[in-house]
């Protein structure tokens, strides 16, 4: 008897019919939850079976106690928990084991430790990788946290101990800066996460963003797939990710890998999670924090590696051995990941809404989309703007890109704004090409995109005035 035969998935959009898709392949019963804004999601039909849960639209896939009762009486043993919403609450995990269903993730007590980002570099700088300057206990006295700052040399950044996605971050320059910073980094902290600790450490200036994905199961085998180069951000939201980096030394490479699987070995991890590093123009590496959930970005993972990271986190949390030995792992070629999200790149990308009034999906070989879009569906204004994932796939670098521009070419989705003419750009530039870019990239470069490509607008203006004609007299 498997251990596993039933999943109620604790998320929506694109990643709940992701983790359906998997359940599919592995003869797995799947149990979709949605709110009352939700009810047309693509994932609420795919599913098994699927539940309403009623009231406040975004408790609906928080709220823990009503999502566990339904995984009880739905039959489920275990929970998907995805990316977000409660993926990475530790208190959750808890939950779920309590009423004896598998969490699909790693062990509380993990998601825990790297949750505390101080925490988490104490704990990978005693298993041998390397962290950056900073401080181990969160900064109580701004005074002594100044002097810290002096003392380790400016630039600094503050960063929230229980923070993310940039909040409560602050880069100090100049120690006469440094108080004011820190009050606004205590204040926003607390404000977005509900602790004040901040934390300070030295700035690396214009780093590339590389992260390596793990997969280990519960009996000490932890196999890395490689990296990922997720220097193309715009506000700390990822916009463009790509496996494997396109330009980084096999000597940084090798040593990343290295580091990675032995730091996953001695403390135990188990599940599938990432690790984050910045690399300065030296390669020299830094580890930043660690994600111990499955990423937005995993699918340009599978494409090099062939690996399958959802079913296989399925079944390392169902107690299965891994599959598969390092060496067995073969890398080929590139991917990258367009993240195509519903806002206004002309109005500083202000999330748009609407309903999907026309829509060609690309398709053809090496193009993967993951998208929880149909013709016809409307999509809702409380969640994420992100509606899906262009994955591209080539043997060669200069392939991949070719493909990137053909596939985003033959994407339409009308009737709101997407940012799909913002990535139409840097595929068409120049430095994107040659791999050259570091975090600061969309910074530097959206001023000089014309963030409409004018020949897709008129082909797309072309063709809904030659739809549309028959309906005006
Ligand atoms: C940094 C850094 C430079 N030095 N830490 C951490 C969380 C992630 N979202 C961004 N993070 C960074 N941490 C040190 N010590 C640079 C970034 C960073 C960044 C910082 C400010 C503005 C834009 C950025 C884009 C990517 C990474």
Redesign the pocket.
């Known amino acids: 008897m498997k251990k596993i035969n039933k999943i109620l998935i604790s998320n929506r959009g694109e990643i709940a019919l992701r983790i359906i898709r998997a359940c599919k392949e592995l003869a797995i019963q799947s149990v979709a939850i949605y709110s009352e804004v939700d009810n047309e999601g693509v994932w609420v039909l795919k599913a098994d079976e699927s539940h309403l849960i009623k009231g406040d639209v975004l408790q609906a896939y928080l709220n823990y106690e009503t999502i566990i009762s339904i995984a009880k009486k739905s039959g489920c043993d275990a929970i998907h928990p995805g990316y977000g919403f409660l993926s990475e609450n530790a208190d959750f995990a808890k939950a779920c084991e309590e009423n004896g269903i598998i969490f699909i993730g790693p062990k509380a007590e993990h998601i825990a430790l790297f949750g505390d980002k101080m925490a988490s570099k104490v704990a990978m700088r005693s298993v041998g990788v390397p962290v950056?300057e900073?401080t181990d206990e969160p900064i109580v006295d701004k005074k002594a946290g100044a002097a810290f700052a002096a003392r380790i040399g400016f630039?600094?950044?503050i960063?929230a101990a229980f923070g993310?996605?940039?909040r409560g971050?602050r880069?100090v320059h100049k120690e006469k800066d440094f108080e004011s910073m820190f009050d606004s980094a205590t204040a926003e902290s607390m404000k977005f996460f509900g602790r004040s600790e901040v934390f300070i450490?030295?700035?690396?200036?214009n780093?590339r963003?590389i992260e390596i994905q793990i997969v280990a199961d519960k009996y000490g085998n932890v196999v890395h797939l490689g990296e990922r180069d997720?220097?193309i951000?715009r506000?700390?939201q990822k916009v463009i990710e790509i496996a494997p980096s396109p330009r980084l030394s096999e000597e940084a490479r090798r040593e990343l890998y290295r580091i990675s699987t032995k730091a996953m070995f001695k403390l135990g991890y188990e599940s599938v999670g990432t690790i984050?590093f910045?690399l300065d123009e030296n390669d020299t590496i830094?580890f930043?924090?660690m994600n111990t959930r499955v990423q937005v970005e995993h699918p340009v993972t599978e494409s090099i590696s062939g690996i399958d990271i959802i079913q296989r986190m399925i079944e390392i949390a169902a107690g299965d051995r891994l599959r598969f030995l390092q060496e067995e792992i073969k890398f080929r070629g590139y991917a990258i990941e367009f993240r195509i999200n519903a806002e206004n790149p002309e109005k500083n990308f202000m999330p748009t809404v609407g309903t999907v009034t026309e829509y060609i999906a690309p398709g053809g070989p090496g193009v993967r989309l993951d998208t929880s879009l149909y013709a016809g569906y409307t999509v809702p204004a409380n969640y994420d703007s992100m509606i899906g994932k262009l994955i591209v796939s080539a043997l060669d670098w200069e392939g991949t890109v070719n493909k990137a521009r053909r596939a985003l070419d033959e994407f339409i989705i009308e009737g709101f704004p997407t940012n799909i003419p913002l990535h139409q750009h840097i595929v068409r530039d120049e430095d994107f090409i040659n791999g050259k870019f570091t975090?600061?990239y969309l910074?530097e470069k959206l001023p000089q995109f014309n963030v409409v490509n004018p020949e897709t607008q008129k082909k797309i203006e072309g063709k809904l005035k030659s739809i549309f004609s028959r309906f005006l007299f």
Not at 201 to 205: A, H, I, L, T, W
């Open positions: 950056l900073g630039p600094v950044i960063k993310g996605g940039g971050m880069i450490e030295k700035y690396v200036v780093p963003h997720c220097s951000q506000r700390h984050e910045l830094y930043i924090e975090t600061n910074d």
